[in-house]
């Protein structure tokens, strides 16, 4: 089938992408140029396939790291661009997508449980252990206080709402199931997640 | 969504209203872009303000906040008029030739059964005549001065283009414009898409927006076919998944409701989900809803759920009010009535309206838990930043658990795009420091729970100690794991109805929901995802993207609920008889034996055009409704209510002016501010360069807009001697902004009945953690109100005043 | 490893032997810019940066989305705004991605007194080779879109390379990558202007009388280019020269001055990189300031002797 030019870089990139890039500028001399230009930092990079952890568009990213994940390597990823292989965004990323490296290692994550007493002007940092431990007992203490098993009318409600969540809406499907068991065996009902805002 | 995202390239006519898809959703925007230069297509905006969406529009108009509903009930109003409506569709797909009961009323813009003490609506009278079988009565020929469609015609004749210009301030020969580019799509074999997100949602009549958008669609024969649609662009990567999910007040995995206590029993909860049939022979799918409820009830409780005990019907929570949202949590804190309160991957403190009550919500807490990767405002509500969070860290009694978190790239799992698609997701790497991942840290508090509950007992332990935790690795069960107790297994061997051989054995992965049973064989935690995880593998990590005949399916790239359908209600994609009505972009037909096409019927698939079951099967007439009969609690039909805050009279019935149903809780009441002091309407929305409040955590966006500013006309920035860039003092009834002034031609007074009306814009991603300038965040000034359906708070039209100030000496 | 490279040049700033450019059959490279599917959305100055391991200071808001203010070191792209009422009194909301047009006649190469400093390779891409870059600053000069910046700290000029190290490898820049709407598209230069012709039909028929290709052939044409909706008037977007000329100033010292010039600059760039050995190149001294501003007034002298 003959193609005119409009048509080969529509088949090429589906009119997004442009035309066949193998032709173009530096050809046979790769050698030469790798010693010209800056090195091309992903050649042992080892790539992951994710999804873009912002907007519901889920845009397929390509994660890129450092490490090739041998026991004693310890992964850094140092690159995020977008997946070309995917339907919606076939390699595109957003100024929020193309800067996904910069939330991942953003120094305001946050590394270690951190507590602040009733009164208190600042953070110190715990074991997990003192943080779970402490949390469950808290929450037993208001359920088995508040927790309304009848209403007025002699109905059995099992219902717990002096303590409430919201589910992370950026979290895996697999974790809002994990949590809404957690959540629901405990008769909690204050519970709602980024839906609405 | 209906459709997918590349189904957008479809479409003839693309209206973007009540979002700014180029600026939320860039990457999907392409295919407006595509539907362009590809499809011809004319890109139309209506939006407050000339965003970066209208930059690139084919035609623009301006509009004041709040008044979409009268807007588009006035297109509503042309199309019925010039009679540019596709009437093949309207009459076998739309319930426009039921007749309703005698006892529908609107008067003086209230629907019959108002209350006007509980503020709320009787709406038995919202619904159809039956006949003696008890189906709806109906008139095809439309004479029935009865049948929705008159009623329609009626409601809607207030809404001339005088009238809509006069509530809108969008001139008229712009919104006639646009009247017209609807109305080309009326063609079987054009299309219009909606693409819309927070801007129809955040306001007191949120879900009627939307509704009145749905009608106009189905008016024109847009749902189910190729470049047509409501499409929600929603917002976080898993928000669709975690509305799937049922992690809502009121709701659990798969759109099965919580009970309430007055379902005192699995039969009495039963009874108002039976979904009969409402039309000779329709299929109305959920009927299947006891064996999705106890495939539920099997996976959460396993054994321990039998049909002695109503499948553990007890053990689920009942609810007293309809809804415990977010406003009402708030209100509780204030009120003293909640003790903890836990944020997992949520930010209240910034994102919830009117940050002073919210601060001194979280501030009469017993303890708050967070669970973010990053620093968040809310795990610092308790610290004194300066005038962007003046707490008195001394008067604060709230412990504060602060755990660090995986990322995205730290965890595998599958998420929910707003096309409905799972797909899944690699861990690349370790987390920093300590950080765990959400599943690990709630099954940490689980075990803690659990144990103790064992070891002391306390308040109603037996759903603590009886939910199913078979995993591998308890103390982190793999998502693998939990994704297969979402798709679901077969209990026992099921054996095929007809031919008595075993289908499927016990202990198999189901294919699909239609596996279900309601006699305690099955389990699946979310029949929606059943088909999702199959014993063919992980359906969600598929990765062959070919799309037959280039249409913007996919089939086979990961997986979409449910059944991997990709565009729900294909089957009014073709006529009555089967045949597409657009033969160019058909998705599926009839051949003659069954449906055939490039996705998964929404329908049965041997199921003849001549029996005439309704395309609609989710609804129990079969039809897409023109009138919502009682599904709505503010009104069959839409009607125009003014915002909580609003600087105008409602003109169509002054004597009610916002919506009657809304919520309003009375302290949040005395907090609405009045045109006199506060004339300006604004509104909060995103830019591009941010993801709520998390990207100004993320150098490369801090450094693409590192400010807090609100946007102003020059009309009123000259009136208000305002400079461009100068420092301005933003209020509300609720709290101050002092910020920067963008003084824009983007934004123009609108005539609203006779008066200049100046919108002020209020970007919201700012506040005092992270690397972006601190900042307020603009629900400093926003209303604690939510729409009266889903209490959906309004941030996208209030009042403020606003005065230009000097730079803050800080 | 460098006569391998030369064999792509074409041009090599302050050099009078015509570099062998054995490879000059090869195709030659653009990218086309076409602002009627630009939304403005930064994604390319995002990804600039994050490929190119950039991330200049967080500035302020300052009456525009413009931000960075300027281009700079550190910022080889600018999405610029411009808000323009038409003659029919509606708004456009004209946005336009700044940054290095890569000019067939490049000005910055003509102007640069460094040898080698600038090159043009056969593709068409015009790179900053740091190395021995003299910091002089002739390039700002030289270039009629006032793009290259020099940084204070390292004395050094730097702007978009067009993903030199990317395209030798058979990839796109991460601008074009990145970009939501295709509105940068990356090719030969042939494909992209057929490409833009057909965008400018469409724009034709949507009503942009005047929609054209911007690529001027007053420096030779560009290897990035523009599709505008207003091509009568390329200086409603932000700016961007309606005819842009290379300094005249430059064009002589091109032609007659440079080599007479070359020996003095030469002299001053082997002290800066003795300074540079033993001071270190971390630390921005005031020293390092006058020794920049040095450099400059002696070139500045030899070009004016």
Known sequence: MPMTRREFIKFTGLGLAASSLGVLGFGASGVAQAAAVRPFKLTRATETRNTCTYCSVACGILIYSMGDRAKNARSNIIHIEGDPDHPVNRGTLCPKGSALLDIVHAPTRLRTPRYRQPGGTEFKDVSWDFALDRIARLMKEDRDQHFMTKNTAGTTVNRWTSTGMLAASAASSETAYLTWKVVRSLGMVVFDNQARV | ?810 | MSDLQSQDYVRRSASTMTPPSARSHEDQVAKLIDVSRCIGCKACQSACMEWNNLRPEIGHFEGSYENPADLGPSVWTLMKFAEYENEQGNLEWLIRKDGCMHCEDPGCLKACPAPGAIVQYANGIVDFISDKCIGCGYCVKGCPFDIPRINKKDHKSYKCTLCSDRVSVGLEPACVKACPTGAIMFGSKTDMKDWAGERIEDLKSRGFDKAGLYDPQEVGGTHVMYVLHHADKPSLYSGLPDKPQISPVVMAWKGVIKPLALIGIALAALSGFFHWVTAGPNEVTDEDEAQGERVLREAESEKSS
């Open chain 2, 1 to 810: 969504m209906t459709n997918t995202w590349q189904d957008i390239k479809n479409a003839n006519v693309v209206l973007v209203m009540g979002g700014n898809a180029a600026e939320a959703h860039p990457c999907g925007f392409k295919w407006v872009i595509e539907a362009k230069i590809e499809n011809g297509a004319k890109l139309v905006v209506v939006d407050p303000r000339f965003t970066r969406t209208a930059s690139v529009a084919d035609y623009y108009a301006p509009i004041r906040p709040g008044t979409d509903i009268a807007f588009l009930s006035g297109v509503i109003r042309y199309l019925l008029e010039k009679d540019a409506i596709q009437h093949e569709y309207v009459r076998a797909y739309t319930n426009a030739g039921l007749i309703v009961k005698d006892g529908f009323t609107f008067q003086e813009g209230l629907f019959s059964g108002y209350n006007e003490e509980t503020h709320s609506y009787d709406r038995s009278s919202w619904d159809y005549e039956l006949d003696k079988d008890g189906f709806a009565k109906s008139d095809d020929t439309w004479q029935d001065p009865r049948c929705v469609i008159n009623l329609l015609k009626q409601h809607v004749s207030r809404y001339t283009p005088e009238m809509v210009s006069r509530i809108c301030g969008t001139p008229q020969d712009k919104f006639l414009h646009i009247c017209d580019l609807f109305a080309s799509t009326a063609a079987p074999d054009k299309a219009l898409t909606s693409l819309f997100a927070l801007g129809w949602t955040q306001h007191s009549v949120g879900a009627q927006n939307i509704r009145t958008m749905a009608m106009i669609q189905l008016l024109l024969g847009n749902i189910g076919v190729a470049g047509g649609g409501m499409n929600a662009l929603r917002g976080h990567s898993n928000i669709q998944g975690l509305t799937d999910i049922g992690l809502l007040s009121n709701q659990m995995p798969g759109y099965l409701n919580l009970p309430t206590d007055k379902e005192t029993s699995f039969d009495e909860y039963m009874k108002t989900k039976l979904f009969k049939p409402l039309r000779q022979g329709q299929t109305s799918y959920w009927q299947n809803y006891r064996k999705f409820v106890v495939s539920l009830q099997k996976a959460l409780y396993g054994d321990a759920a039998t049909q002695d005990n109503n499948w553990a019907y007890d053990w689920l929570p009942k609810l007293d009010v309809p809804l415990y949202d977010i406003i009402k949590a708030f209100e509780m804190m204030n009120n003293g009535q909640m003790n903890g309160y836990i944020c997992q991957g949520f930010n209240p403190q910034q994102a919830f309206p009117d940050r002073g009550k919210i601060r001194r919500g979280l501030s009469k807490l017993k303890f708050l838990v967070t669970m973010d990767p990053l620093d968040t405002e809310t795990s610092r509500f308790w610290q004194n930043f300066g005038p962007q969070n003046p707490a008195d860290s001394a008067q604060i009694q709230t412990e504060v658990f602060q755990l660090p978190t995986t990322c995205f790239a730290e965890e595998n799992g599958s998420l929910v795009n707003s096309a409905r698609w799972l797909q899944w997701h690699w861990k690349a790497a370790d987390a920093p420091g300590d950080a765990m991942s959400d599943i690990w840290i709630m099954s940490g508090i689980f075990h803690r729970l659990r144990e103790m509950y064992r070891k002391e007992g306390g308040a109603f332990p037996d759903p603590i100690l009886n939910v199913t935790w078979k995993y591998t690795d308890p103390i982190s069960p793999d998502p693998e794991e939990l994704a297969k107790e979402m798709n679901g297994r077969a209990l026992a061997d099921l054996t095929d109805a007809t031919t008595g051989a075993v289908a499927t054995k016990a202990g198999t992965l189901l294919d699909g929901f239609a596996q279900l049973r309601d006699d305690g064989t099955t389990a699946s935690g979310c029949w929606i995802f059943s088909g999702s995880f199959t014993e063919k593998g992980n359906q969600m990590a598929r990765r062959d993207a070919t799309d037959p005949r280039e249409q913007g399916i996919a089939p086979n790239w990961a997986w979409a609920w449910p059944a991997n359908r990709r565009i729900l209600y294909n089957r009014a994609s073709a006529d009555p008889d089967g045949k597409p009505w657009n033969p160019a972009k058909p998705i599926i037909s009839w051949n003659g034996s069954r449906w055939v096409g490039i996705d998964v019927p929404d329908y049965g698939p041997t199921v003849k055009p001549s029996d005439g079951v309704g395309p609609f099967i989710m609804n129990a007439e079969g039809m897409g409704r023109l009138f919502a009969r009682d599904l709505m609690v503010d009104g069959p039909f839409p009607e125009h209510y003014e915002p909580l805050e609003s600087p105008v009279e409602n003109v169509l019935h002054p004597k009610v002016r916002s919506n009657p149903a809304a919520r309003v809780f009375a302290d949040d009441r005395a907090a609405f501010g009045s045109p006199k002091d506060f004339p300006y309407v604004a509104t909060t929305y995103r830019l591009t360069e941010h993801f709520h409040y998390w990207t100004k955590h993320a150098l490369i966006n801090a450094i693409l807009q590192p400010e807090e500013f609100v946007e102003i006309g020059e009309v009123l920035a000259k009136e208000k001697g305002i400079d461009q860039g100068g420092w301005v003092k933003v209020s509300s009834k609720r709290g101050v902004v002092v910020c920067k002034a963008y003084v824009t031609k983007r934004i123009k007074p609108l005539t609203v009945d006779g008066k200049a009306t100046h919108v002020i814009g209020v970007p919201l991603h700012w506040g005092f953690t992270g690397q972006a300038r601190k900042g307020y965040g603009a629900n400093t000034l926003t209303p604690s109100v939510g729409d009266a359906n889903t209490q959906t708070p309004e941030f996208k039209a209030f009042l403020v005043n606003v005065e230009k100030t000097s730079a803050p000496t800080t």
